[in-house]
Each structure stands twice: as structure tokens, then as C-alpha cells.
């Protein structure tokens, strides 16, 4: 099965996908879990990251951005994500093609269908057959950042920080859209696409997550019979 991860930064995925990991290889299912960070995965997708989120690159156009983000999920599809599934490897993706649609999209303003186009291409076709999304606000995401980053700053949440990446010096309007974005993927897809409020526990979260993984396995395994 192919799982993918989503929500703003400082969501909580990191943390979440850690702990899902070691609960799928505790369920001694035989099958491997295959953890892959977007951008990146493979040595060329890894490369295309730093491009994107050197921080200098402040010139960079939005159609580059998509093209880059879709250029290094193309290759990391193609060289590790088809063959371990067809190994019958299970996938976590800390981000997927929600996030272009997402980011490059509701957030840059690129049209949709366009960007669909191109997620469809990057991805081969490949889609996961459930994306977890931790919703939190940007206003949130903006406060952990500042935790996290010693900046003590409630009051000027948009503060720069060097540690900031290119993507994070977009601004909380950016990041609004962005949320509007994945609230709209939901609407559109709410059997694939599952919402858990992100700003529960780290334990309860965890266990939505592990019921929905549960309830994909069922899925998955009562296809299997029915074939
Ligand atoms: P990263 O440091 O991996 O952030 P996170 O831990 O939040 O995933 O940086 C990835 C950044 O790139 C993040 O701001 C989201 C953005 N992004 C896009 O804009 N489009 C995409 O297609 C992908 C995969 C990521």
C-alpha cells in the first residue's frame, strides 16, 4: 500500500509518520516499510531539494518550482516507489502530489487543472490509497516555528529567521491558501483523503492515524479475496 503524509509545516508528520512506522513493523506483517521524504529519496531528488530550498534562490519563477518539485517526484516514483511496491513493500510518503496541488496551486496561484496534469505525469499514474492530512492553521504553524526556533516572537509572526527555507519565507496569506487548498482536496476526495485535527495529542493522533491504516488493510485484503 501506498500512504502519503500532508498538512502545513510544523504539523506534526515527522513525528506521526516515526511512530506509525514502527507500529506497521511491530504488526509482523512480513512486508517492509519503505519511509521516503518529498522532496527528495533518491541522490538526483535530493539534489533538486537543496535547488529548491536554498534560501538564496529568491529568484526562483513558479512554474520552475513546480517543474522542479514534479522533477525530483518523477524520479523518486521511478526509481524507488514503483519497484517497492512491486516488491509488495508497504510506502509512506512524507508529502506527495497533494502538496503540489496544495503549494504550487492554491498557494502560487497555478491552475488546477494544469497542476493535475503534471502531478499525474510526475507520479505515473501512482496514487496512494490514503493520505493522511494534519490540519493546523497557519496561525498555529506559525507558532510552533517560533517555538521551535527560539524566535519568542507571538507578536510578529512573520518574522524571518536564517534557518527559514525558501518555502518558509512565504508569508501566513500563503499559507492560508495553502490550508484552503488541502480543506478543498478533502471536499473532493474525502474517502482517500482523511483529516485529523492536528492539534490533539501526539497519542491520539497517532491512533486516528493507526485506525484509518487498519481500516485500508481490511480494504485492501477483502479486494484481494473478492479477486
Ligand atoms: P520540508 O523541510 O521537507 O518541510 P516539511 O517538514 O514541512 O515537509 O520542506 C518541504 C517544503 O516544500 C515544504 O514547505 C512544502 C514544500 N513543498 C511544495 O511546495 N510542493 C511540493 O510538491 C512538495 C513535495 C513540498
Request: negative net charge; aromatic residues 6%; proline residues 4%.
Amino acid at each position: 500500500m501506498l500512504l502519503s503524509f500532508e498538512g502545513l509545516d510544523f504539523c506534526g508528520k515527522s513525528t506521526q509518520i516515526r511512530l506509525l512506522e514502527s507500529w506497521m513493523n511491530s504488526r509482523g506483517d512480513g512486508r517492509a516499510v519503505l519511509c521516503v521524504r518529498e522532496p527528495g529519496g533518491t541522490h538526483i531528488s535530493e539534489r533538486v531539494r537543496d535547488v529548491l530550498l536554498d534560501p538564496r534562490h529568491e529568484e526562483m519563477s513558479e512554474v520552475a518550482e513546480l517543474f522542479l518539485f514534479s522533477a525530483a517526484r518523477a524520479q523518486l516514483v521511478r526509481q524507488l516507489i514503483i519497484p517497492a511496491l512491486q516488491h509488495g513493500e508497504n510506502v509512506v510518503c512524507d508529502r506527495y502530489h497533494d502538496s503540489t496541488t496544495a503549494y504550487q496551486g492554491y498557494g502560487r496561484g497555478i491552475d488546477i487543472e494544469t497542476i493535475t496534469r503534471i502531478n499525474q505525469l510526475a507520479t505515473a499514474g501512482v496514487m496512494p490509497d490514503a493520505t493522511v492530512y494534519l490540519d493546523i492553521t497557519p496561525k498555529e504553524s506559525y507558532r510552533r516555528r517560533a517555538l521551535r526556533l527560539n524566535l519568542g516572537t507571538a507578536d510578529a509572526p512573520e518574522a524571518r529567521s536564517p534557518e527559514d527555507d525558501r518555502m518558509e519565507q512565504s508569508g501566513i496569506a500563503f499559507y492560508a491558501r495553502v490550508r484552503e487548498g488541502y480543506l478543498a482536496i478533502a471536499r473532493a476526495e474525502p474517502e482517500r483523503f482523511h483529516v485529523i485535527d492536528g492539534t490533539q495529542t501526539v497519542e491520539s493522533i497517532a491512533e486516528e492515524i493507526r485506525a484509518v491504516v487498519s481500516a485500508l488493510n481490511l480494504r485492501i485484503e477483502k479486494a484481494g479475496k473478492n479477486t
